[in-house]
T-cell receptor, first 114, second 110 residues
């Protein structure tokens, strides 16, 4: 089956620093990956759609300069939270769509900004 | 923008009881999926429904897709503590966009 690996699973950073989260499709190529943000006991909010070789498509209200997305290859998309602040603390999840398996999700990254 | 509204938002029941979770939208979806998520992990796919009126069963879980492909329901029979988790419906349209419902947090008390 399709597997998506997300790293790191947990990260604590100081306010003002940047954090990079990686999302890899391990056994399939993903031309499109998605990034979500989730608050405790709440649903996943789509942040952006990451397209290989082109600019990401951001959802309304998501700051492009705050959440930088790069999809440099068919198996890797990265989300960089720039100049992180405590309000950016959240659970971030990526997913990738693979033709026969539908949407597969990473295990998520718990970001805490102190 | 949440296109899919789930109800109830929170549900706490005793082991052995039955329950139904609803997922409603004003939009038509080409397919709809149900996921279960545990704290600190990504969602795990339970089922995909694509045909209006379709009913799928997964052990004690029964999923139904509305005739108009705008809504869906998840029914759990004889709930067990292991069913505890966040249940999410998610819809996909022809534009390759994929949106989650508002979520239902289920707690099954032993």
């Amino acid at each position: 089956g399709a597997v998506v690996s997300q790293h790191p699973s947990r990260v604590i950073c100081k306010s003002g620093t940047s954090v990079k989260i990686e999302c890899r499709s391990l056994d399939f190529q993903a031309t499109t990956m998605f990034w979500y943000r989730q608050f405790p006991k709440k649903s996943l909010m789509l942040m952006a759609t990451s397209n290989e070789g082109s600019k990401a498509t951001y959802e309304q209200g998501v700051e492009k300069d705050k959440f930088l997305i790069n999809h440099a290859s068919l198996t890797l998309s990265t989300l960089t939270v720039t100049s992180a602040h405590p309000e950016d603390s959240s659970f971030y999840i990526c997913s990738a769509r693979q033709h026969h398996y539908g949407y597969t999700f990473g295990s998520g990254t718990r970001l805490t900004v102190v | 923008t949440q296109l899919l509204e789930q109800s109830p938002q929170f549900l706490s029941i005793q082991e052995g009881e039955n329950l139904t979770v609803y997922c409603n939208s004003s939009s038509v979806f080409s397919s709809l999926q149900w996921y279960r998520q545990e704290p600190g992990e990504g969602p795990v796919l339970l089922v995909t429904v694509v045909t209006g009126g379709e009913v799928k069963k997964l052990k004690r879980l029964t999923f139904q897709f509305g005739d108009a492909r705008k809504d869906s329901s998840l029914h759990i029979t004889a709930a067990q503590p292991g069913d505890t988790g966040l249940y999410l419906c998610a819809g996909s349209n022809t534009g390759n966009q994929f949106y989650f419902g508002t979520g239902t947090s289920l707690t099954v008390i032993p």
